[in-house]
Structures are given as structure tokens and as C-alpha cells.
């Protein structure tokens, strides 16, 4: 049961980021490199409390579905999106926005997983997907950094 954590530094107001991160259209732009998609449920803008979204992506040469929900929002501090099905036996992923002086926002990343097929999905995670999952987090994290803080220069 790996826990990927991870935080940012953002140059941008907590609610700026907490939208960027819920919005379906961002995550598909973030996640270019695995042709991810959604297909049912929320198919763009920002997803809420309650609604669900199955994205389609090809990992690993194998094209996948996997469908999450959002389980609980405190807006603009905190999201979480649970796995409803898909590859994972089970995910439980924490996105929090907490407001810095001086008009900036610390984003927390938390993704808590259990993969599939006991000791072998645990072997998988020790030799490949724990550090597959961490570079997918990195990179849509970035993204959104880059999105919230040329936004805020706008502003």
C-alpha cells in the first residue's frame, strides 16, 4: 500500500489552484503522454462533489478505463477523488490548497493506492509503479503550477 506525498509552492491564490485542479480539461492536458481521456461521467469543466469521471489512457502499451468519484470537497482547501473501478484495487487521493502569506498557496498531494494481485501488485510497486505514479503525480502537479501562476500574473 504505497503513499505517494508530494507538495508545491504555488504563486497563485489557493482557489485558483483548487479549480485548476478539479478541472477535467487540465488533467487531460497534463496527462498528454498517456493519451488520457475522459469518457463518462464529468467530461470537462470543473467536476464536483459527488460526481464521477472515467478517464481512458494507455499505461504500460495497454489501454485502460478507471473510473473515480469525488468524495468529499471543502472548496477552495480540499478535494478527495476515490477510485469507484478500474486497475487499482483501491486509491484514495488528497488534494489540499492552504493559503501563504503574500498571496501564495501550498498544494499537498496525497495518493494512497493498493494495487491488484497481492504480493504480485506489491512487487510491481517496489520495481516500477510506485515510481511510474510518482513521475504521472510530478508532472500533472507542475502543469497546474505553471497554469495557476501565469493566470495569476494576468490577474
Request: hydrophobic residues 40%; glycine residues 6%; aromatic residues 10%.
Given at each position: 500500500m504505497p503513499t505517494i506525498e508530494m507538495s508545491f509552492y504555488i504563486q497563485a491564490p489557493a482557489p485558483v489552484c483548487?479549480?485548476?485542479?478539479?478541472?477535467?480539461?487540465v488533467h487531460m492536458e497534463s496527462t498528454s503522454q498517456t493519451k488520457e481521456k475522459a469518457v463518462a461521467g464529468r467530461l470537462s469543466g470543473l467536476i464536483e462533489l459527488n460526481e464521477t469521471?472515467?478517464?481512458?489512457?494507455?499505461?504500460?502499451?495497454?489501454?485502460?478505463?478507471?473510473?473515480?468519484?469525488?468524495?468529499?470537497?471543502?472548496?477552495?482547501?480540499?478535494?478527495?477523488?476515490?477510485?469507484?473501478?478500474?486497475?487499482?484495487?483501491?486509491?484514495?487521493h488528497v488534494h489540499e490548497f492552504i493559503p501563504q502569506q503574500g498571496g501564495g498557496t501550498l498544494m499537498l498531494?496525497?495518493?494512497d493506492y493498493t494495487s491488484p494481485l497481492g504480493f504480485l501488485g506489491e512487487l510491481a510497486d517496489k520495481l516500477?509503479?510506485?515510481?511510474?505514479?510518482?513521475?504521472?503525480?510530478?508532472?500533472?502537479n507542475e502543469h497546474i503550477k505553471r497554469l495557476a501562476e501565469a493566470q495569476a500574473k494576468q490577474s
Amino acid at each position: 500500500m504505497p503513499t505517494i506525498e508530494m507538495s508545491f509552492y504555488i504563486q497563485a491564490p489557493a482557489p485558483v489552484c483548487f479549480d485548476l485542479a478539479r478541472s477535467i480539461d487540465v488533467h487531460m492536458e497534463s496527462t498528454s503522454q498517456t493519451k488520457e481521456k475522459a469518457v463518462a461521467g464529468r467530461l470537462s469543466g470543473l467536476i464536483e462533489l459527488n460526481e464521477t469521471v472515467t478517464w481512458e489512457a494507455v499505461h504500460f502499451g495497454i489501454k485502460q478505463r478507471l473510473t473515480a468519484r469525488i468524495s468529499e470537497m471543502d472548496a477552495p482547501h480540499r478535494f478527495v477523488d476515490e477510485m469507484v473501478s478500474g486497475a487499482f484495487s483501491r486509491f484514495y487521493h488528497v488534494h489540499e490548497f492552504i493559503p501563504q502569506q503574500g498571496g501564495g498557496t501550498l498544494m499537498l498531494d496525497r495518493f494512497d493506492y493498493t494495487s491488484p494481485l497481492g504480493f504480485l501488485g506489491e512487487l510491481a510497486d517496489k520495481l516500477f509503479l510506485e515510481k511510474y505514479m510518482s513521475e504521472l503525480l510530478r508532472k500533472r502537479n507542475e502543469h497546474i503550477k505553471r497554469l495557476a501562476e501565469a493566470q495569476a500574473k494576468q490577474s
